[in-house]
DNA sequence: GCCAGATATATGACGTGTCAACTAACGTCG
DNA sequence: CGACGTTAGTTGACACGTCATATATCTGGC
């Protein structure tokens, strides 16, 4: 005993699937300068962010997680890859001998200092460039009032 | 002799992060309802959709790549795991011997009469219920820009 | 001190996406 | 006709994400 579906207007489409379509390309063209000219992917960026914002350049896996708000086992195998590679290093924990650090090394420090700039001139180019000042705080405030709403009452319930 | 460069402002990291973040979330609810109702992963219901929009349910594969933007190798690979569902099947093509239909079966025109209401619910419940008839509109219009400066010049050059 | 959960992380299987290489059929220009 | 470049589609290898499961350690009663 379903209502009758409200279909969505024209515009409503075209805000729902704009936004999809939008999304897409911009981590395409972003994320292929990354790829192609630093070899890093926008998750190796991700990582390496929050790793040379945290002090000493470590952080407990389980912070690591909850920051980025990935699946330990995502967290978990992504690491793996990057420890593969050379970009960070796993370090055990004294205090919680089940616990683990990931620490960046020296080559992923260099990695992301070296794609962070061209990074941002992208985020400039393909979409901030395009639009006003006025659009960027709408857009802003849109992405807080959605993602407030969609994640209260799921995590940290008052 | 790299030009300094220009860090985000507060506003525009929200901006971008924000409609990451957004993006990841939305998608992430939506994909979950129809993958645990239905059976349906969001890029299965694109396919369908598409499908189900053309003339007796069926387009040549190099349609299906161009209006998804896909890759080919992406779309035969998520052909065959469709068909092993019994999703759509592959029919040959007389006029082009090289080419090929995909044509939706029975089973997947149900699974996504089955699956649309309860998807534009969750749009709405998600999104749209978020957001004034203004901030969709504006959104929409952002995403056209967006896009549309992103893609021409590459596609279709004038 | 010990045992029953809970917590931190790792692993294997599997669906998905990309890239490069491949097959087969078209189209054309000599 | 026949060689050649192009187009349609498939395939295999490999990176990524999720789910279920495994392992080790901690913690709180008793």
Redesign the interface.
Known sequence: M?AE????TT??E???R??????????N?TGRSMQDEFGLSATDYTVLAELTRAPDGRLRIQELSRVL?WEKSRVSHHLTRMVRRGLVSREECEDDRRGAFVVVTAEGRAAIAAA??RH??D??R???D??T?G?????????????E???SGREAAP
Chains 1, 2 share one sequence.
């Open positions: 379903t579906t409200r279909w969505l515009t409503e075209r805000a729902w704009g936004l999809l379509r939008m999304h897409d390309l911009l981590v063209r708000e962070a700039p941002v001139e985020v400039r393909y979409f901030l395009h639009l000042p659009q960027i705080t709408l857009l802003a405030e849109i992405a807080d009032v959605v993602v709403k969609n994640v």
